[in-house]
């Protein structure tokens, strides 16, 4: 049955404009005019050859003209080879330098901040080798150092590796080191000061200096734990060497304020880019321990406990306003140690060990520190005054709210807080140029903890270590910078952060 046609269509034939569709031929009529779908073909295709070519010739442009992607790769890598040609040279001539027969004897009229004659025990036996005239080699010995010899006052000389920069302080106040130029001492800021410190770019380390006849553990009578009472040989080798280490001059952070942008960047960042900035709530943790949050771990290769993924992109960070790296369980603390400085030829980094802290400990109490008390830190029951940076509130579970200026914080939240601190926050809590060795957070150490697990709802499975200083949930008195507190290796608590030391080669 045919259709009655209605609206345009109809109208179009009223006005002898008859539309048809001939299946075979593939044209369409149009009343007495007729265009061929061939002829159209045909058009679109000169057309699309023709942007074909102009499109090819923008891309050829732009891959091979003069400021194509070939060249600008090709001189993107010349650039890269010659600015690590420059970074060897300068290296060279560093290296030639420090080990100049003419830098001065250090003495207690040389000028702070001065290269001095290394020390012949630092040096090293180095091949040397020598091409003849007759095309033979001859290898010679030559005593190399890898540190340089720097006047701090007083006489005294402080290794400061290849790479880091000295920027102020004395064995009395705190040497204090930094792996970025910008900071290093120029003789007219005291760049040392907690107010300069902000300002300071690299990171930060302070020299602990000590003999290899006193570097041993010591009992401070504040541990609740049975521990390790060895020390390791390799550090032991680092002390006869130098007579000294450094530690990490604030608690490894894993984002800093920019006073300068106001803004907060990330230098460690987490599974689909989240950061410690935002509030972090718990998990269930394994045993259904409170204060975990698996989500924030690293882990190295082969460590395959329960969540034993490694989460973590980028290096810690070792400055003021810094949020430090909480929710850290043993095995992340020992990676993230680790990698800080593993590409570096003339350092190794690592987590502090028992000795280390008490050296620490023993550096401070001898210059009128006292560790055992330890009301100078960021603890629950400690009043923190003339803060800076930020600070995040954290629940009795362990859930933090994410950091908030510290305008924000009421004076009368400052007594019994409860509140976790970006590191620097305050001069309080500084002694001898280090800060927040007392509270804060708890920090691991590769110190063996001996405790029943059982005993203690724990798994056998897994390691209990050592944690030292107390934190921002604890009281002083129970837990000062001396005290030795455990916990599980793999737990993963709110209160636990961690600092790396330096290892000179």
Not at 381 to 403: A, P, Q, W
Request: proline share 2%.
């Amino acid at each position: 049955m045919e259709r009655k046609r209605t609206g345009k269509i109809a109208d179009c034939m009223n006005k002898n404009k008859i539309y048809s569709y001939n299946k075979k031929w593939h044209h369409i009529s149009v009343g007495e005019d007729s265009i061929s779908a061939k002829g159209i073909t045909l058009i679109a295709l000169i057309v699309t050859i023709i942007l074909m070519l102009i499109l090819a010739s923008v891309v050829l442009n732009l891959t091979i003209g003069e400021k194509g992607i070939f060249n600008l790769a090709q001189k993107a890598g010349k650039d890269y080879e010659q600015a690590q040609k420059k970074e060897l040279e300068d290296i060279d001539k560093l290296l030639a330098y420090i080990n100049s027969e003419t830098l001065p004897e250090n003495n207690k009229d040389t000028e702070v901040g001065t290269y001095v004659k290394v020390p012949d025990k630092w040096k090293t036996n180095t091949p040397n080798y020598i091409s003849t005239k007759d095309g033979a080699t001859v290898i010679e010995t030559k005593k190399i150092s890898t540190v340089a010899a720097v006047a701090t006052g007083n006489g005294e000389t402080v290794p400061v590796p290849l790479g880091f920069y000295y920027v102020g302080g004395n064995t009395q106040t705190g040497v204090v080191i930094s792996d970025n130029s910008v900071d290093q001492y120029d003789g007219t800021n005291d760049k040392v000061s907690h107010e300069y410190a902000p300002k300071l770019k690299g990171n930060q380390f302070v020299w602990i200096p000590c003999n290899v006849e006193a570097y041993h553990k010591i009992d401070w009578g504040k541990e609740n734990a049975k521990w390790d009472m060895g020390t390791n040989g390799f550090e032991e080798n680092q002390i006869r060497k130098y007579e000294g280490f450094y530690i990490g001059r604030y608690e490894a952070g894993v984002a800093t304020l920019n006073e300068e942008t106001n803004q907060v960047e990330n230098s460690v960042t987490f599974a689909n880019n989240a950061s410690m900035f935002n509030a972090v709530p718990i998990e269930t943790g394994y045993h259904n321990w409170t204060w975990q949050n698996y989500s924030y771990t690293a882990r190295g290769q082969g460590i395959q406990l329960m969540q034993g993924t490694n989460n973590a992109i980028g290096n810690i960070v070792l400055r003021a306003n810094s949020i430090p790296y909480y929710h850290s369980d043993y095995y992340t603390a020992l990676e993230m140690t680790r990698r800080l400085y593993a590409k570096n030829q003339y350092v190794t980094s690592g987590l502090t060990t028992g000795t280390q802290w008490d050296m620490v400990m023993a550096y401070l109490q001898n210059r009128g520190v006292d560790v055992t008390s330890s009301n100078w830190g960021n603890y629950d029951n400690v009043s923190i005054e003339n803060l800076r940076g930020y600070y995040t509130n954290v629940t009795e579970t362990g859930i933090t709210n994410g950091f908030k200026t510290v305008a924000d914080l009421k004076t009368d939240a400052q007594t019994n807080s409860f509140v976790l601190l970006t590191t620097g926050s305050t001069k309080q809590v500084m002694k001898n140029n280090l800060y927040d060795i007392a509270g804060n957070l708890v920090e691991w150490t590769t110190e063996t903890a001996y405790v029943d697990n059982q005993d203690y709802n724990m798994d056998s499975t897994y390691n209990s270590y050592i944690l030292r200083g107390g934190c921002f949930s604890n009281a002083y008195a129970s837990f000062p910078a001396c005290s030795r507190s455990y916990t599980c290796a793999v737990d993963a608590g709110t209160f636990a952060g961690f600092r790396p030391v330096l290892y000179m080669k």
